[in-house]
């Protein structure tokens, strides 16, 4: 039998039987979906509970929504051992399961012998399962299973859509010494135009994303990936993936998805709701610390970034609490109670060092009206612990905490360590040289904390001041992408929001633009807090085709010298151009003849100079919050990370190299967005890199 079957020569009785499938899957579909809007929340006992159940169920029958562009399947296991049948058992499978953690629950010996896998769990009347979702246990086999391997399955077949018609399938027969050439339906999706934001891959994902999807929970992970290899895809897949294993764990504690720009987040917001997950923050670092931009040099930024800025942060916070020379006296009726100035150094110092700052000032009031009340008994009174709490909120009480231990603002700290150079040299200690901390002063302080301009350094101090101040609390899950552009201090923020969960932390060094992109990922883990998370690798490209790869590979040696050449499973032959002295429009127009999107990336000071000479054709200019749909794009150089066009043409390599401190790296990013092809246009000479 051949391994693969697809139109024109595919049998027909057997399309027909997989389209019946799909039509019966439809039908059931709507009947769970008719099922849940009958379902009403009168019998929530109260207001409030009726109020989340009838969210829930709102939630319920959204979910179940049928998307006709969408396959509610994209394959099929046959079983090799066919197990007791579900219609036999007459029980329901997956539905009532997803809600569940059931991770390490034994596989599904109850479930029919062939199995359809899709992007949710459908069941018909009898609760039989005609669609498993793509992330049970049983569907494991479909994206791991191999000849070498073939995990209890015999046969995994692939469809083909066009639309939402069922017009193909593959096949692939998993027995020993059997051969599986590389899949049309794999490299049909790979090699379709892209237009608008990016899509799932459920269908499609590899073996080895796989592995990094459905890792565990409690497992972080870090995925170091040349351009194109999936990293984003696969971040996002594992979100969803969690998601469903750890449904009521993560819907308490919360998942969270950190992107580079907004540009960004806007290119994948589609891919979770896609996949039934709407409840998945998408933020930037700022729109997480701040969204402080006040201009900085990169160099002050790096100093900024610095790990070592932690502990001068503690110290800085610690440095303002006040010796205490006076003691306590609190007036009742005729009597004055005191607390000694020794007593109260005692308490203050005991205190030092076990709490954060904030609940420390709480805890300084009760224990100095603890005093007061053990006075109190000590005169025959008989005080109740709300005597206690008064105490605490009393005047004389409240003054001499403000006096001991000052209430304190994040920014009121940092204000006074960027302008009072004797302060930072306090905190600084040896931690930083004088020329850092002369680097760290403001050339021309604020007056106030309050009319400080703070820059997208400072916010990651202000949120370590801040937790220093409160604990932050902890989602149960982070992913984090472009990585390797955050700073120590960053990955700490960020790390504090994993504190009680795990990340999943993607990137690629080759790709880091910023002053204190890092070099190593055990580093990047170990700001995280997350010294056990495992390390690991993509490999093939599925974005870039060869060509255009192997020309940006001519950077690698200066940018990222450890790193091997990227991959590509794309050979895209004919698909780089560079052009000495050819105009945009040109090449604008010549892409706009073929399919697919369109991105001319350019220097960010060349922006308005290239829209002007493409007047004459529709286009934009990359903005995130615009809802208007171009073909034709110019995108700003540092705006464009982790996007990707059909068509790239890159404008002025030495402009952008020159623009900022790891320019080369910045054009490395840049000449990988491309997935059809790629033209360079350029007046100025090539960097020698390029050129050779
Ligand atoms: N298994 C797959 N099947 C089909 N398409 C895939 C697969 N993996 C990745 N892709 C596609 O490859 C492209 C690149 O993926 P993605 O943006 O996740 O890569 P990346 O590693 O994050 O790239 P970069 O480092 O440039 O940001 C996307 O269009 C994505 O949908």
Redesign the pocket.
Known sequence: MPAHQLAPDIPTDVLAAEQAHLAESRAALKAMRTHAQSLSSDAAGDWVSQQILQSLLDQRVAALADHPDTPLFFGRLDRAERKSSRRESGEGAGEQRSGRDHEHEEEGDDLPGTIYVGRRHVHDGHSRPLVIDWRAPVSRAFYQASPADPMGIARRRRFGYHGGALTAFEDEPLREGVEIGPSRI?TE??ERP?TGP??D?VA???PD?DEIVRSTLAQTVCVQ??????????GLHRAAYLLFTHRERLARSGVMIVGPNRAFLSYISSVLPALGEVKVDQTTVAGLLGEHAAPEDPMVAAVKGDARMAALLERALWLHIVKPEEGLVYTKGAYRHRVADYEVREIVASLRGTTRYNPGRAALAQRLAHMVLVRMEQRGESPDDRVQDAVARSKPVKQLVDAVWPKLTPEQVLHRLLSDSEFLARAAKSDLSPEEQEMLLWRKPYRSWKSAKWSAADAALLDELRDLMERTPSLGHLVV??AQDLSEMQLRALGRRCRNGSATV?G?LA?GTTPWSTRSWDSVLDHLGQREGEITE?TLG??VPREVLDYAARLLPSIAPDLAAPQSLRPGAGSLTVREGGSVAEAAREALAREGSIGVIAPDTMVAAVSESLAGLPHAVLDPDSTEEHRLLIVPATLA??L?YDHVVVVEPADIVAAEPRGLARLY?VL??A?TSLTVLHDKALPPQLAG
């Open positions: 794999l999706e790979i892209r990016m899509r891959i499609t994902i590899q994303q990936g040349a351009p194109g290899t999936g990293k984003t895809a696969v992408d472009e993607l690629d790709q993509l599925f974005r990370k982790g990707e990013v990988t967005r997935v």
